[in-house]
């Protein structure tokens, strides 16, 4: 199919070329994608402290940037989660790029808040609309191993999210700081057009399984959020978990820079990125690790409830070490347990509302990273950033405890 009949719903001419791909090609393509977009809208993280410098910006402007991206990502979830259904997946993901390159090279360039804000707002965008196009797209060339597919769906995720702040704080000491690391990710973007645009893509979905019946562009209009009701009890858990777990990352990705720069004593943008991506990379690696059970996603729970109290400890006492050993028991903790509550999600939903559903489940996931980050940011004005960061952790360990016993009497009732 070409790239137009896809945008305008059409069947593919007869005869029409293009690079028919082998499934494990499509398969890194549908993962790479996703995984690119999201270290180009984690590239800021360790670059926070520079841009409050340069733009005069305080805590509460940072946390501003910072939820633009996610609140635009979850508009963009809300109105296009089911677009791929429509336009097919790799349209989706074309599109999701160039809104992504358009964002990066926007926020490079920014010269104040609403400039980086609107940069942000792009970059959203087109994460929420690869998100269920890439998810959709590894689960139907996946269609034996559901599991493998959700994992290589939350590896490319947390991955993508983990690498961004490394990547940024490396390419952050070459020459224009702040905008060398967004224009270069922009060259690996305008790269991976490349094979998405000679791709032979596959029919959308819901052309194929609508009897031959051409959808119109009123199928791409914003869905009321809904979910069957076989999978509504794993779609709220999943969500969750998911909200608390994002709240930590929120954290780590937006004002944790900063706290962890002093807590360890440096200023070096590349180990600052490091720090920050610690907790996303043990969640991205804990993918790779077979385990299972009833009791796992309580267990890690628990676990990262534990490193956050640990985090704190850390702060309160400047232990270097106390804080990586913290921020790899979070990360660990919450990619089991969140891959426990995501596989079955999964495998509840019917494969034609998967991108739907994984989308839905995204949005309320993501608000974990918006309000608790704007709550925090707006205390770390008033208390202080320490003051503030204690009484994050404090709440959010109360929660995780709570949510823990629920998913363990759950268990054990199954059990």
Not at 56 to 71: M, P
Request: glycine fraction near 12%.
């Amino acid at each position: 199919m070409t790239i137009l009949s896809e945008l305008r719903m059409r069947p593919a001419l007869a005869g029409s070329r293009g690079w028919d791909a082998s499934r494990s090609t499509r398969l890194v393509l549908a993962g790479a994608t996703l995984f690119v977009l999201l270290i180009g809208a984690n590239l800021a993280t360790p670059l926070y402290p520079l841009l409050q410098s340069s733009l005069g910006l305080d805590s509460w402007a940072v946390s501003i940037a910072f939820s633009a991206y996610v609140f635009s990502l979850i508009a963009g979830l809300l109105a296009a989660g089911h677009w791929s259904d429509h336009i097919g997946r790799r349209a989706a993901l074309l599109i999701a790029v160039l809104l992504g390159l358009a964002g990066g090279v926007l926020f490079g360039a920014a010269q104040d808040l609403l400039g980086l804000s609107l940069g942000r707002a792009l970059q959203g965008l087109g994460v929420a609309l690869a998100t269920g196009a890439s998810s959709a797209a590894l689960r139907e060339l996946l269609p034996s191993r559901p599991e493998w597919a959700s994992r290589f769906t939350l590896f490319a995720s947390s991955g993508g999210v983990a690498a961004g702040p490394l990547v940024g704080g490396l390419l952050s000491l070459l020459p224009e700081h702040t905008r060398t690391p967004f224009y270069l990710h922009a060259v690996l973007l305008l790269v991976l057009l490349v094979p998405l645009t000679v791709l032979r893509a596959r029919p959308a979905i819901a052309f194929s399984s609508n009897d031959g019946a051409t959808p119109t562009v009123k199928a791409l209009a914003p869905r009321r959020p809904s979910v069957s009701r076989e999978a509504r009890s794993q779609f709220w858990t999943a969500s969750a978990v998911g909200f608390l777990s994002f709240a930590v990352f929120g954290f780590c990705l937006s004002l944790a820079p900063g706290y962890f720069a002093q807590i360890v004593g440096t200023d070096s943008r590349p180990l600052i990125g490091l720090l920050a991506g610690l907790t996303l990379a043990a969640s991205a690696l804990s993918q790779l690790f077979r385990a299972g059970g009833k009791f796992l996603a309580p267990a890690g729970l628990l676990v990262l409830a534990a490193s956050l109290g640990l985090l704190g400890v850390a702060g309160a006492t400047g232990s270097g070490w106390l804080l990586v050993v913290s921020c790899l028991a979070a990360g660990a903790g919450q990619g089991l347990a969140f891959r426990v509550v995501f596989n079955r999600v999964s495998l509840a939903v019917e494969p034609a509302k998967h991108a739907q559903i994984v989308s839905t489940v995204y949005v309320l996931t993501y608000l974990g990273s918006a309000f608790p980050v704007l709550g925090l940011g707006a205390a770390a004005a008033r208390w202080g950033l320490p003051a503030a960061i204690l009484g994050f952790i404090a709440l959010v360990v109360t929660a995780l405890l709570a949510l823990s016993a629920v998913l363990l009497r759950g268990a054990l009732d199954r059990r």
